[in-house]
């Protein structure tokens, strides 16, 4: 069963501006992830953020979380060409032994 | 180089001819596990392994099998394919279920 939700479905934006992606899940986490996907290719694990933690940062992303809300967002800065692919979060909910439930994911478009 | 290795990349196959994808990580991750992607539908977890001799059905687990007889080594078994099946299939290892995952490159299977 999927828990994650991202938010937009997609987001098409300009070389230079910054793309903020959501997620909303329904259940108490242990921890919560995001991964990019190039077209077709395998997924790739950007950043993980804990359940007592409210903010990360590595290079130009920086992800949020807000337990009391159940969301997350993933903030990327200064958006390149290169950015172009889609972003998805996947929790680990804290029941139990538990493993990583993705999201539909957020396709991300940057027009040089 | 650590890595997930999954092979075939493309198949295409008939109506119930029994196939395998194999998949196979160096990185001595006791969790790997398998999924699936459908447009509109994300990432849904087929079956996953917590260590040798031990799996476990995820979300969508009809039709398919999946072996454990080595920590590195986690085929997907597809004993009767049917159309239904084709999708996008990845691999993925991890440390522990709750941690950071790196996936294979992807079968793109074709069931006809």
């Known amino acids: 069963s999927q828990q994650g939700e991202e938010d937009p479905q997609a987001l098409s934006i300009q070389e230079g501006e910054n793309a903020t992606m959501n997620c909303s899940y329904k259940t108490s986490i242990n921890n919560l992830q995001w991964y990019r996907q190039n077209s077709g290719r395998g997924l790739v694990h950007l950043i993980l953020?804990?359940?007592?933690?409210r903010e990360k940062h590595s290079g130009r992303l920086r992800v949020t979380l807000d337990t009391s809300k159940k969301s997350s967002s993933l903030l990327i800065t200064a958006s390149r060409a290169a950015d172009t692919a889609s972003y998805f979060c996947?929790?680990?909910?804290?029941?139990?032994?538990?493993?990583?439930?993705f999201g539909k994911g957020t396709m991300l478009l940057v027009s040089p | 180089e650590a890595q997930v290795t999954q092979n075939p990349r493309y198949l295409i196959t008939v109506t119930g001819k029994k196939l395998t994808v194999t998949c196979s990580q160096n990185?001595?991750?006791?969790?790997m596990s398998w999924y699936r992607q459908d447009p509109g539908l994300g990432l849904r977890q087929i079956y996953y392994s917590m260590n040798v001799e031990v799996t476990d059905k995820g979300d969508v687990p009809e039709g398919y099998k999946v072996s454990r007889k080595e920590k590195r080594n986690f085929p997907l078994i597809l004993e009767s394919p049917s159309p239904n099946q084709t999708s996008l299939y990845f691999c993925?290892?991890?440390?522990?279920?709750?941690?950071?995952?790196?996936f294979g490159q992807g079968t793109r299977l074709t069931v006809v």
């Open positions: 996947a929790t680990v909910m804290n029941s139990g032994y538990s493993t990583l439930t």
């Open positions: 993925a290892s991890s440390l522990w279920g709750h941690t950071e995952a790196f």
């Open positions: 990185m001595n991750h006791e969790y």
């Open positions: 953020i804990r359940s007592n933690e």
